[in-house]
């Protein structure tokens, strides 16, 4: 009897889709990991091949046939399909989407793989005549040739790039006339740099102990303050396991993935480095893709999605900034790489180090329950000074542009003595809300429950939950006044009110709008680490990792927008970005401090950070979710609807109530459904129902029969709906 192929494609359905093998094809040629083309519908689709059997729920005569293999050998191993289906099993997501979405680009539509691109030069042989020659006819050729000899005759094409302007056309010329070859490294690109200082003795303890684990899974939470030596830590690890032959999977959170980091790693490390993220073209990230699954690269370096690439002989997983939000996939299939790395390492039988100044309350959950162990780097490295952190009460003050006086006069202070300062405002844009000061009317988004923000440059009303702008009206569109204001501060407008106030000391600015271009943010890092601007405004992005050796003064305008969110973990997201934001200061050599404006001088929250520390927060944090039942005390699930009409996603999640009731014991428990925090969003309205059990196993065997039954409720080809495993936002 012929073997019957199970193919995962990306479709929303929950399994796999069985075909038969294509025809004239022996059965040992087939193997799981490889991608085939099959028929679907009219269509055909590129499908991967996940397991064979003998079984088929579907009638035998209604089974196709394959058309075609696409791939002789397998691209990914038989255990990296395994994690996958996991994972998909996991977040109850279709399995098909999930091991497609693993997939470079390309590869998920079926192209064949690119070849690999050379990456390294050499120089060929050239006679003196020749290079006379050269010297007075082509300049540049002779100067790359130049540069390549004094480096033992060949070097890493990225090194080159970043040396010569259109190094790529000289490149050509070179090739062309057979003075250089281009190859392949299989040796280190660059010389590496080792740096000459010592282990602080926390930082050698750290070490130590995920050392003495290589070969075996363990977890760790490495809770160091900001500039503790953690990434010295990651390095020292990371040395020992390619000792061992084996590789490093290292993810870190989106925005902190510079070229800073890139080659400090490299400068470090041997061999090739595999960088995945999304800022790169499909083409580099499939070529990145290939080094890590075919074991080129040992070191694996990326964002999220870097949790899903195949690497073979696993020695290593590290999880950067672990309490980082960008770790979650907020759309789609909704998955946490922070978690999937543990579940990563544990599969692969190596440990996984899990390290931040704010570890999350999850992480410190499981500290306290044994399942993590708990390595902590109390002090600064070397000879830098934790900040001091101060409030200053803006209640019944005169600000100008959202600026207290003692603020002003703090940054008059540090830049007068030629330090660095940086102004925190965790909100892009000239203002919040454009208002008619004649008619009262602001600027809605006409297509969500929020306001169109004010771009002054672009001259632009701009909505930041769906992109919806329009030109800035000159007049008020409701009854014609010329009275309109902006209401509120955001970065552009605290940049032009430093400038006025400090013209002679030059300012950088660093959002999102100002780093939309890329290579942008590391040129405005540049000249911020070269001292060549002494102030820096920004929002969360100047918050996550980055190294500024010379910020003397950190301000926080405005603290209090965080307080009083409706999410439960609002305080715990507020006070990691405060922390995060006050650890940028005071690197260097001078003791750096900290101000927060703020109207509440007096809430916990804040007097718990500045006359304690972060830790003292969480203790108390951890203590109300016991009490109050919440994660990470207790597990959530959260089903969203929406909708073109409010009730019709009330509707279908009213029937998923009642599914719940049906198929649910006591141990589920199901609140809502209730709309959304921000109801309206790109014209749609959307609610929730949130389930939640007090054990993970029971939650996930109930999820097993209750989201493929989703599907079945009369309302469900009505509304767009998704299940959220863990959310960890509940908009
Ligand atoms: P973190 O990742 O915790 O923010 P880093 O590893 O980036 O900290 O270290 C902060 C700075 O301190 C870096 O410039 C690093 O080179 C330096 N550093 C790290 N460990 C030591 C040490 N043991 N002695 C001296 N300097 C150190
Ligand atoms: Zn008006
Ligand atoms: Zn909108």
Redesign the pocket.
Known sequence: MSSILHIALAAPVYGLFDYLPPGNVPEENLVPGQRLLVPFGRTERCGMLVSLSNQTSVARHKLRAAHAILDETPLMSREHLAFLCWVADYYHHPPGEVLLSALPVRLRKGKPPLVPRPDRIRIGDIDADTLATLERRAPRQWQLLCWLSDRGGSAGMRELRSRFDNAHGVMRALRNKGMITLGMADDAMLPLQQ?Q????PE?AQAVAAVASRLGQYHAFLLD?I???????VYLRLAQQVLEQGRSILFLVPEISLTPQLISRLEKRLPGPMAVLHSGRSDGEREQAWQMARKGRARVILGTRSAVLAPVPDLGLVLVDEEHDASYKQQEGFRYSARDMALVRARRAGCPVVLGSATPSLESLKNTRDGRYKWLRLTRR??TAQSPRMRLLDIRNQRLQGGLSPQLLQALEEVLTQGRQAMVFLNRRGYAPVLSCYSCGWLSDCPRCDARQTMHYRQRKLVCHHCGNERPLPSHCPSCGSGELHPLGQGTEQLEQILQQHFPDHPLVRIDRDATSRKGSLDHLLAQVRDGRASLLVGTQMLAKGH?FPGVALVGMVDVDGGLFGADFRAAEHMAQLIIQVAGRAGRGEHPGQVLMQTRYPDHPLLQTLVNEDYAAFTREALKERAQAELPPYSFQTLIRASATKAETAEQFLQQTAALVEKLAGREIQAWGPVPAPMQKRAGKYRSHLLLQAGQRGRLQEFLSTFVPALSTLPDAGRVRWSVDVDPLDLY
């Open positions: 740096p200082f010592s282990l602080e930082q160091g900001t500039g503790s030596g953690k990434t010295e490295a070397g190294h």
